[in-house]
């Protein structure tokens, strides 16, 4: 199953077989435009192999969320202003192709997903200013592979949106992969945030 950062090992110090050693340059190569073209290159070397990749919601639906608001504390109009923010942001990127995930605080842009992925991107959030104010976003793109390149939050997340001083958590209907449920959902009642899906 696919899920998550795609982790680049050091290919130098990889011991590989015979097909590893036919196929490990076509991936090298894909690596220099992103975990996405890395993906789709993995993809091809499985259809190649005979191997038919199939989105991991086919067997495990309950890994997405549905429509609807999971925590007890829920976005304000303030929050809903940044959400609508976020949600037109992150349409507008999509003829770009490279981002999933907008942090919007009072109405203005904070942060823009980019190759270093959600992490890297809720530490420049942080704010000494702000706690418990802004959202974040995080939406498929329009072109993604949805088979093995669904945006993946989990506690984790959780914890760097609380760090970052963020009230809430806005995701696709059946369009994230959701981990660790309800430690999720419990964290979040506990620190007052909100988990929304749109």
């Not at 998550?4 to 991936?27: A, C």
């Not at 639906?61 to 929050?79: A, I, Q």
């Not at 993604?144 to 993946?152: E, G, I």
């Not at 059946?174 to 620190?191: P, S, T």
Request: charged share 35%.
């Amino acid at each position: 199953m696919f899920a998550g950062k795609v982790k680049k090992p050091n290919f130098s110090k990889l011991r590989l077989d015979f097909k590893g050693i036919y196929y490990i340059p076509r991936i090298i190569r894909s690596s220099k435009l992103g975990d996405a073209a890395i993906l789709k290159e993995i993809i091809k070397i499985l259809k190649q192999e005979k191997i038919r990749t199939i989105s991991s919601l086919t067997f495990n639906p309950e890994l997405t969320l549905k429509k609807g608001r999971y925590t007890k504390t829920k976005p304000n109009r303030e929050d809903e202003a940044d959400i609508k923010k976020a949600s037109i942001t992150l349409s507008r990127l999509g003829k770009y192709n490279f981002s999933q995930g907008v942090v919007v605080r009072n109405r203005k842009v904070v942060a823009i997903e980019g190759k270093g992925g959600t992490e890297k991107m809720l530490r420049k959030c942080k704010s000494k200013k702000f706690k418990n104010k802004g959202v974040l976003v995080k939406f498929p793109k329009k072109k993604q592979d949805l088979r093995v390149d669904l945006p993946t939050v989990g506690l984790k997340t959780l914890t760097q949106c609380k760090s970052a001083g963020l009230k809430g958590i806005v995701l696709k209907s059946k369009r994230n992969v959701f981990l660790e449920r309800k430690k999720c959902i419990n964290f979040a009642n506990k620190n007052k945030m909100f988990i929304t899906v749109k």
